[in-house]
């Protein structure tokens, strides 16, 4: 199209705009007078907001032809047209229910408007402008901001914030995926029209052109004749539902979607959303939402859309059960603080009756056993304190050379390094960011861990070594190397069965009598508070070696 022919198509556009602004409205009108004076001719309804908004539109129209001839910037004038479409829409959706309208589907008649008469970024302007309006409109709605009293429609029960939430979130994606489609099909269109004045049109290249908007969609696309029958079927539903158009073609809708269009009031209406579960084809359940828009008649009676909310629903449900967990884990914490108080006063109480009292045979034995469960109990509680809600990590310059080696100096003179000859080959001048006592409580649980695995006596092996590895960038990429420190504590220990591995860091397993199983599930939660990771090897009889990567970061790994 050339420069001069241009303006004059737009004005032509403009000008069908406005035409087609004027049936719309006196169609509206006449819809209002028959619903008042057909359906409830002695009721007090109060429609006159109605006939106001659409008188309005007609005066605005009757303002725009007069002044089309006398615009100079057409594009900006269409701009204006269309910003005040989308603020009489939005008075139209207020008066019809706020929160509760179904009329808010006539936001993407401006969208559609925006990107025919002008391009694909004015249908993005009005997706926008639309999503704020409308936004803010249901949220002053839902607050009980706006007055009610020019409502044709009340409100019998508030909705729910989630209700009012997804249907925004759902209108607002649908602006701009209608304004992204009919921007592409305007400018396509648009290329078409050049290439008619050239060499006419191709309509079995526009057709495909269709077909194939249709078809990449990923949200799947059905529509229904008039007897509800599936006459059309994208590639997107086949993904969803597993079946193939072959299979539903021409089949009653209620085959494969059982109550789609039975479930209740407004069952089968335009502007409808449905969300229910259904079978996909090989038996999996999926969570599917519906919405249903009315076609021409004939082949395109019906159109609906759908799509796979299975995820949101699981995560949902994860959501649920997270909280649940969490108060039941704050319930037990709170649990455990309570009795070991009383124990507490439990033991100091027997020890005092033990020194106090001259017991002897049995009842010294029975004595001693009443302390010794006592304090195991005792440490089974800090041990479960510990990981259930370990303390904060104070983040801090530390050298990680000199914890390690101050938490072997403590275990070599613990009773339980005895019989266990010590090597080390600590690389030094090693810093990292963290908390030194939770570091040092990873290497002391695994140096007591490893010496109740050479119970005949053995070598504890205690190495580090920096490696650099690829970073975690944005979206799951690989970002620049990034340094790391390897501790490797390894012993000549009985070793760990194969089938035990997989379950050596979960709370409470231990394969020690006298063990809480809580030792390594702490070590594992404090090493991935530091950012690192822990991994294990071990064969029967020959021992066991646990790797710990921390990160060294910045400066700190100087």
């Known amino acids: 199209m050339t420069q001069a022919s241009a303006p004059k198509a737009l004005k032509a556009k403009l000008l069908a705009m406005m035409v087609l602004r004027v049936v719309l409205t006196l169609a509206f009108l006449s819809i209002i007078a028959w619903f008042q004076l057909r359906e409830y001719p002695f ?15 007609g005066i605005i129209t009757i303002f725009y032809s007069l002044a089309l001839n006398r615009v100079r910037n057409l594009t900006f004038f269409a701009y204006v047209q269309v910003t005040v479409d989308i603020v009489l829409v939005t008075a139209i959706v207020y008066v019809t229910g706020g929160t509760e309208s179904y009329l808010h589907i006539l936001y993407p008649l401006s969208v559609i408007g925006a990107a025919i008469i002008l391009n694909r970024r004015a249908g993005f302007y009005a997706a926008s402008v639309s999503s704020i309006a409308y936004g803010i409109l249901i949220d002053m709605d839902f607050y009980s901001m706006l007055p009610s009293r020019f409502k044709v429609i009340g409100i019998t029960a508030a909705p729910a914030w989630e209700d009012v939430f997804t249907t925004v979130a759902t209108n607002i994606l649908a602006f701009f995926t209608v304004a992204y489609l009919t921007g592409q099909l305007a400018e396509r269109t648009a290329r078409v029209e050049r290439e008619l004045e050239e060499k006419g049109i191709d309509f079995e290249r526009l057709e495909a052109l269709n077909r194939q908007i249709v078809e990449n969609i990923t949200s799947g696309i059905m529509t229904l ?49 449905v969300e229910k579960w259904f079978a996909k084809r090989g038996g999996d359940d999926i969570f599917l939402g519906f919405s249903l828009s009315r076609g021409r008649g004939g082949d395109a009676s019906s159109i609906i859309i759908f799509q796979d909310l299975t995820q949101l629903k699981d995560m949902e449900e994860q959501l649920r059960r997270d909280e649940k967990l969490k108060a039941l884990g704050e319930l037990s914490v709170g649990i455990a603080h309570e009795i070991r108080n009383p124990l507490a006063s439990i033991s100091g109480s027997i020890q005092v009756l033990r020194d106090e009292l001259n017991l002897e045979g049995d009842n010294r034995l029975l004595m001693e056993i009443v302390l010794r469960e006592t304090d195991r109990l005792n440490t089974l509680i800090t041990d479960y304190l510990l990981f259930a809600r370990p303390a904060q990590t104070r983040r801090e310059r530390i050298d990680l050379g000199a914890v390690i ?100 860091f979960d709370p409470f397993f231990s394969t020690k009598d006298s063990g809480t199983g809580l030792g390594l599930a702490i070590v594992h939660r404090i090493v991935e508070s530091h950012g690192g990771s822990i991994s294990v090897s071990s064969k029967t009889g020959a021992g066991s070696v646990f790797k710990v990567f921390l990160p060294l970061e910045g400066e700190a790994a100087v």
């Not at 007090?44 to 539109?57: K, T």
Request: proline share 5%; hydrophobic share 40%.
């Open 43 to 57: 009721a007090r309804l109060n429609l006159y907001p109605l006939y106001f908004i659409a008188a309005l539109f």
């Open 225 to 273: 004749d008039e007897s509800n029958r599936i006459t059309s079927f994208n590639m997107g539903a086949e993904k969803v539902t597993g079946y193939t158009l072959k299979d539903v073609y021409y089949r009653d809708v209620n085959d494969i979607f059982p109550g789609i269009l039975d479930l209740g009031p407004g069952a089968g209406q335009a502007g409808m959303r």
């Open 405 to 504: 080696s101050e938490t072997l100096k403590v275990f070599g003179n613990s009773p339980e390094a005895a019989s266990i000859r010590i090597v080390t080959d600590i690389h030094p001048g090693v810093f990292m960011s963290g908390d030194s006592r939770q570091i040092g409580q990873i290497f002391w649980n695994l140096f007591v861990n490893a010496a109740h695995a050479m119970v005949e006596g053995g070598t504890l092996s205690v190495t580090s070594m920096l490696i650099t590895v690829a970073g975690r960038g944005s979206g799951g990429s690989y970002g620049p190397p990034a340094p790391f420190v390897v501790i490797k504590v390894a012993d000549t220990g009985e070793g760990i069965p194969q089938e035990n591995i997989s379950r050596l």
